[in-house]
């Protein structure tokens, strides 16, 4: 199609990999400050955050009613809550399903859905150059 | 600007950003070209500015007829110049964004998709619309067909699609207009004739409609990386243009919008790659979108104009930052990606501010305008329609609020060190970002977005009511509470790698199959059907010779005879129909 | 008109036989002229001259309305008349154009393509091939049309052999034309022998006339239309009579090809629509039957399966030809609807189709000029190849689709409007489900020759090789004039209406 085509800088990136040393080289400099979100303790305890944000927001909405509810909305404490957790529950534990109806090998249709091989890093991919 | 150049009243702005895309067509200097991909839009804007603000309730130019047919080429009222200006706006940040990207063709496309883009929402009558809308088309596969080798078949078919989308706009425009003796205007159409039936069809697959959806989810994701954020600004929203000028109030989009705002979330669900999950997510919005052009009145309406404002820009915000992990990474496939706030932080930053936008957070985007569509499906009594939007507000919450942060930037470490995005998409990203955050911001933020909204409200929705505040708190804090859990207890699915099948199926396997099965029984009747021809015509031949000519010349039936039969047969239909006619 | 004061009177009053005798005069000389290079300029000027005469007499035509030139002065019911009214005036300008048009590219097209000492009767055969279609289009006399199309026929029936230098499937496809053609002819003389049975005269408005008087006439007059509709279709290829029509286009030579695409069906249709709405006229039961059920009937059918037949096609003249064959659907659909807007769209496809076509096989010959193409698969990588030729082969295969701003979008426009005015949807759903089709068949070759690397022969690439100037002139200006038609499409469509307004009567 065209001469010109786009090469992301990836050689670069990859060689400085190799020269690293020490292990926070690699870490960019703002996200030194952050590495706690990757501790495991962190993880592990940060669902009280949302808890205590749902008990705090179904405690606020007892004292402020909704100014237009549905018909029995009213009378059901932290409605949104309950509806929202159940819908979220609900779409998250129906992907194993679909999965099994849905799901298919990624070159199901011959074509693609493969990340190109000169990006991708993937040993999957890189060793077979499916687009020639 | 317009007192000294009168033309410029006459000329839709739109044309002159096609224009600066057809030099750049011929512009062999890099440099050059982008300082056209980003003055275009703002010149463009700059005269939509002036224009309006001449003429307060509308702006009609550039009249021509084209034999029995009068065009109006621009127009310029309250509904139009929202998408004008936010068209420009997408075109100047998609056009910084790109900026690193060192190609003729994307450069060029880019502008004239745009341009047809501005033209189009800019448009008054319905065969520019037409033209403008096939345009957007046929400049924008080159974006999906940049992706790659593996992007061309799904190029085809995107325009196959959208060509078909077009030429059956143009089929219901002239049906329409003749409907309504020859008024080729574009306002509300109405669904009581065919023709506005074929419209409403035509903008149903532009905008992805559910079960005419699946080129979105298609091509978007197979695009290279500045084509997905450019593709993803335009053509949809303009379709929801369309849609919102021709069909306000018809109450069947109520029901496809719901249905549109649902179906896509249990697809994203599934899926592995991160830009499919957005496009799914793209269509989800959408959804929120028709459902209020279905509900239809002053205060839906402005909730979807809100909503198509700050969607393309939080939207554009999602796809920049997942393209920009896919330019260092190589891949946006969940799957392989994860932990990349180590090295990535900024972009981390912007994907959780589109996150948090789309998801509507207070004092973000999308908490204004997806609550003045929710309020008014309450207000009008459509309470089914609302829980299916509420539900898929959850919904979002999992895909693009949850999903597309946390398997990119966070989950397990990848061990990928990559650099930062380049500065170019850094600075397109934190325009989005702040947008974002100005648009939604209690104290003359959203208020900005008010006054560009088209429709007078008797009172100005408020959405920093504390109820409203609570009660979307409750949802969202559910929500991650609930991921929390079921990662906690490991029934939250793991990412795999994998095609999921959708309605593409049916022309991508089954039709695809249905065909060869049929070319192959073709070519088998075709090949008996020739020999049980040959063999009755050399019969009938050989009687024939035998009969008139001793000495033979050829005997073999020739296709000259063949037609000179049918030549006395058509004949013969002809007297007999001149023989009984009254 | 400011342009009729540079034109000398004497053309204008004698410009109808000059049309029509020049040709043919020139013709002979040029036969005996020995040098194929003043053969070549002969027939040039002659076509140059032509095109100006036939310029001229339009903008007098539109000036002064009809008029009639009595051929060696005497009066028509008994003499020969030259008509030249809002109908014939345009085809007479196209004719003329495109012959000057293609005599200017078959310069180099010649050499490559006839054996030098066939070229001096090369040129006079299209010389005859030229002055039989003017004269079948500017005469008043029904017997006379026969003659001239006799004329023409058989000089395309030589010209199309001449292709057996270059592919000796051209002496069949001659063959077959030939069989077809004169079966059509045949029909033709046997209709106006009826006619003159019905009426007792030759003269076209004076059997109009009689005809009127008569209310449409006995039985005779039936018989004589079916016979006249069955041996004009055969020679305008309409839908099952177009047999002959592929063969003979894909194995002419280029430049035969395109003149023929251009005019040879178009001045047939022409006489169509003389003989239905000018001789007869749709107020006949019988006329307005047959325009209803065979004119619309094969129309839509040609333009449907032709288009399909077009996809499948591997050799890129076949697939133009077929295309061809589903174009002359469209007209024949508006002649059948038979409204003003109708014909007229109708007789604006007419035009807008002939320079369509007449620049996309120049382009394929130029094509076949300097890499031997003929098969759809050889456009691989044109678009860098030849890009000029290509890219004016892509504009009017832009235009053939409809795309706006070209002459195509045009006709196919006024035509959908034209059937939705008279209340046939299902039509206007044929006709976008066609341009669909033609989509698909033009943007085949597109996606080739812009989307695919030139092929390589003996491991190198191969090189850009551009046709030469006097190929490339005439197929852009036919690009070009197919765009201007598209964009000021005012003066076409206002010809074409008055076109139909003199045939319907309600001008």
Known sequence: MSTETEIPVEVEAEAEIETVSAPMDDIHPVSRYFLFLGNEKVKRNFIWFPLVGMIISILLGLHFKQKHPLPIEEYIPGSWAIYGFIAYSLIVLSAGTLFKILGRDESYYGEGGLPDPDYSTDPMVTGEAHHD | MIDQFPILAEINPGLWVILAGLICTLLPVGRARKAFVIAAPIFAGLIIFQLHSVTAAQHLGGVMSFGPIELTTLRIDRLSVVWGYLFCLAGVINGIYALHEKCRITDSSALIYTGAAIAGVLAGDMITLFVMWELTAISSVFLVWKGGDHAYAAGVRYLAIHVLSGVMLLAGAVMHAQANGGDFMFNAIGLDSPGGLLMLLAMGIKVGFPGLHMWMQDAYPKASITGTVILASFTTKFAIYALARGFEGEPVLIWIGAIMTCFPVFFAVVENDLRRVLSFSLNNQLGFMVCGIGIGGALAMNGVVGQVFVHVIFKGLLFMSIGAVMYRTGTAKASELGGLFRSMPYTTMFCLIGAGSIAAFPLLAAFVTKAMILAAAVENHLYIPFLMMLFASAGVMEHSGIKVPHFTFFAHDSGRRVKEAPWNMLAAMSISGFLCFYLAWPFGGYQQLYALMPFEMEHAYKPYTWDHVVFQMQLLFAAIFAFTLLKRFKLYPAERRAEILDVDWLYRRMGLNVAMWGSAMWDRLSANMSRARTRAVSTVGRRLYQTFSPAGAASEATPSGLAAVLTAGLLFVVLVIAYFAR | ?507
């Open chain 3, 1 to 507: 008109m400011a342009l009729l004061n540079f034109i000398p009177d004497w053309l204008l009053t004698h410009g109808p036989a000059f049309l029509m005798a020049l040709p043919l005069i020139m013709a002979a000389i040029t036969s005996i002229l020995p040098n194929k290079r003043v053969a070549w300029a002969s027939t040039f000027i002659v076509t140059a001259i032509l095109t100006i005469t036939a310029f001229a007499l339009a903008l007098y035509n539109a000036e002064v309305g009809t008029t009639v030139y009595k051929m060696g002065g005497w009066a028509p019911p008994h003499g020969i008349s030259l008509v030249v009214d809002a109908l014939s005036a345009p085809v007479l300008v196209l004719i003329a154009l495109m012959s000057f048009v293609t005599v200017i590219y078959a310069l180099p097209a010649t050499v490559a393509e006839i054996k030098p000492n066939k070229r001096a009767p090369f040129y006079a055969a299209f010389l005859l091939c030229v002055a039989g279609l003017l004269g079948m289009v500017i005469t008043g006399d029904a017997f006379n049309v026969f003659v001239f199309l006799e004329v023409s026929s058989i000089s395309t029936y030589v010209l199309v052999a001449m292709g057996a230098a270059r592919d000796r499937r051209a002496l069949s496809a001659a063959y077959n034309y030939l069989i077809l053609g004169s079966i059509g002819a045949t029909f033709f003389v046997i209709g106006i022998g009826f006619l003159y049975m019905e009426t007792g005269t030759l003269n076209m408005a004076d059997m109009a006339r009689i005809l009127a008087d008569l209310d449409g006439g006995s039985r005779v007059a039936k018989v004589a239309f079916g016979f006249i509709i069955i041996g004009l279709g055969l020679k305008l290829a309409m839908f099952p009579l177009h047999t002959w029509l592929p063969g003979a286009y894909a194995y002419s030579p280029t430049p035969v090809t395109a003149f023929l695409a251009s005019t040879a069906t178009k001045a047939a249709l022409y006489l169509l629509l003389r003989f239905t709405f000018f001789v007869f006229d749709p107020s006949y039961a019988y006329v307005a039957d047959v325009l209803m059920y065979v004119l619309v009937g094969m129309g839509v059918f040609g333009m449907v399966f032709a288009s399909l037949q077009a996809i499948f096609q591997t050799d890129a003249r076949r697939m133009l030809a077929f295309s061809s064959v589903a174009q002359v659907g469209y007209m024949l659909l508006g002649i059948g609807i038979a409204t003003t807007a109708s014909v007229g769209a109708g007789y604006l496809h007419l035009i807008n189709h002939a320079v369509i076509k007449g620049g996309l096989f120049l382009a394929l010959g130029a094509m076949w000029y300097r890499f031997g193409i003929t098969r759809t698969e050889d456009f691989k990588g044109l678009g860098q190849t030849m890009p000029w030729t290509m890219g004016a082969f892509t504009i009017l295969g832009l235009s053939l689709i409809g795309v706006p701003f070209t002459a195509g979008f045009v006709s196919k426009i006024n035509l959908a409007g034209a059937a939705a005015g008279a209340g046939w949807w299902w039509a206007v759903g044929i006709i976008m489900l066609t341009s669909i089709l033609a989509l698909v068949y033009i943007g085949r070759l597109l996606l080739l020759a812009y989307f695919q690397s030139p092929p390589t022969i003996n491991g190198v690439v191969v090189e850009r090789n551009e046709a030469p100037l006097t190929m490339l002139v005439p197929m852009w200006a036919l690009a070009l004039g197919s765009i201007f038609i598209g964009v000021e499409s005012d003066a076409v469509v206002g010809a074409s209406i008055r076109a139909a307004e003199l045939l319907l009567g309600t001008g």
